[in-house]
């Protein structure tokens, strides 16, 4: 993993605000990137089951995609969320969530990106996301 | 601060902790419609260069806006769950300005209820974004594992 891309990935998570109210992490294993969702109560969607909230799964699993494209792309600024289509497979359970994101097609101008979050197995996912983001290297 | 099983539906809906940690707010609700918003705050902020709002926030906001209009729609705080939500991210939100977002449980069967979802920022006919939902109705909680 060239050195840029890590640096690329540290600005992304470090500098959105909104990847640290999440508690959001990330693990590189050489290109492979894992996110790391760490269970908090204030993620909590449904406090009687209880489970995740869909919305917070859903921006993990978006926030993921952009992390995997901040790799693939270094230097450029956070990509625009074009649309994004979740799926939800399982309950979310008051536990740890992983994600790991597949960059399907990165153009010039659009990415498709899809991503499977799970919990005790990565056979089991608990949602998924498919989304197209606007990439923005011919901004200044 | 009322029990959650025995509080009126829209304070049962503001009751989960997520939708309290983004600080999300009943405007309005009415049978199969809610309107909530959530408020720009600064760590709710997804891109740092300009101050919006991220675009999970609005995520969020659209999937339990969604819920309080068929859980509205069907009149009691029944268990459900979010089987597929796409959204259009129009444009996005102006600076430093939060979102609000109304929900429409358009349709409801037994086991399935659709929903369509519209969010702005500061004039309600310019959309930030459009939803379309699936939700399954009356799943019932498994007792958890270990």
Redesign the interface.
Known sequence: MEDTAIQSLDAFLQ????V???GMRVELAGDEMTAVLPFQ?????????PA?????L???M??TALAQLSLAQPGQ??P?????????LR?G?AQDTYARAILRKVGRRVANVQVEAWQDSRAQPIAGLTGHFLMRNEEP | MSDFNTAPLPERMLMAPHADALGLSLVSVEKGRGVMSAPWREELVGDPETGVIASGVVTALIDHTCGLAINSAMGELTPIATLDLRIDYLRPAAPRTGVTAEAHAYRLTRTVGFVRAEAWDVERGDLVATAQAAFMLNTRAQPLKG
Request: proline fraction near 5%.
């Open positions: 500098k959105v605000p909104y640290r109210f999440l109560r204030t993620l909590i969607g449904n406090p009687i089951l995740l909230h869909g919305g917070a859903g921006a993990f978006e926030l600024r956070v625009k969320t074009i649309d994004i289509t979740i799926e939800y309950s359970r």
